[in-house]
């Protein structure tokens, strides 16, 4: 029997599958709580790419085996530190790493990058950074301030604590929590029913709204004008005023 090949054992720890107009991206390495070595973190990035450039895929699953969805980087395979650091190696290490990660998070930062969020009620979300004398990457520091505030996020940041799914939810870092049994199929109609809808409006939405973050109103409304004005020329628009009218479910096809 042949070894199987590396290619092969990333595709086992970093599985993908698609259905339905739904890619399924697993993260399946539970016995380290499925951490990230650099050529899961490469695969993982890998396989987002793909996923955003198929027709075919119209919303996108990231989830993991096992009792925890990521614990982040796996430190076992960092590389040692060397007998002289050479100025801006940290940097360009994260720049080509974790942080082309989030911005396409590491652990928990991976979950709040993603559009929505759901956890079953066992899971815990944790800023682990301060445990290990490190400061946040992987768009940590960008990330929580914007959905729970500086006070709150540096609270998280400074002490490291394990946060429960549901305070997560109460503080606005996840969007619904589910029992354990039914986060997987929650997750599915979730993503079937944002396959089923108008994927270009839903992109251009999704702009906006991540856009609004760095910009003033004048800049926010201008960009809404202009994005309406481009979406009204698609037939996903012109097939959802008609089913309005014709009093019918409209059939987007993300055209």
Excluded at 209 to 216: K, Y
């Amino acid at each position: 029997m042949t070894s199987p090949s590396p290619e092969e054992v990333l595709d086992s720890v970093v599985r993908h599958a698609t259905d339905n107009g739904v890619a399924w991206i697993t993260l399946d390495r539970p016995s380290a709580l499925n951490a990230l070595t650099p050529d899961q973190r490469e695969r993982l990035i890998l396989r987002l790419d793909q996923a955003s450039a198929d027709p075919a895929v119209r919303a996108v699953v990231l989830t993991a085996t096992g009792k925890g969805f990521c614990a982040g980087a796996d430190l076992r395979s960092a590389p040692s530190a060397p007998a002289e650091r050479i100025a801006g190696d940290v940097a360009r290490l994260i720049r080509g790493g974790a942080q082309r990660l989030t911005a396409a998070g590491l652990g928990a930062h991976l979950a709040l990058a993603c559009d929505l969020v759901l956890a079953a009620e066992s899971a815990t979300f944790t800023e682990v950074f301060v445990r290990r004398g490190l400061v946040p990457d992987g768009g940590g520091a960008y990330l929580l301030p914007r959905l729970v505030g500086p006070q709150r996020a540096k609270e998280l940041l400074f002490f490291g604590d394990a946060l429960p799914a549901a305070e997560a939810r109460r503080l606005g870092l996840v969007n619904r929590v589910v029992p354990d049994g039914e986060l997987a199929d929650t997750a599915r109609a979730w993503a079937e029913r944002l396959a089923a809808g108008p994927t270009r409006a839903l992109a251009a939405t999704k702009a906006l709204v991540n856009a609004s973050l760095e910009s003033g109103r004048a800049a926010a409304v201008a960009a809404e004008a202009a994005a309406q004005e481009t979406n009204m020329t698609t037939a996903d628009a012109h097939e959802g005023v008609r089913a309005f009218v014709e009093r019918r479910t409209p059939e987007y096809r993300g055209r």
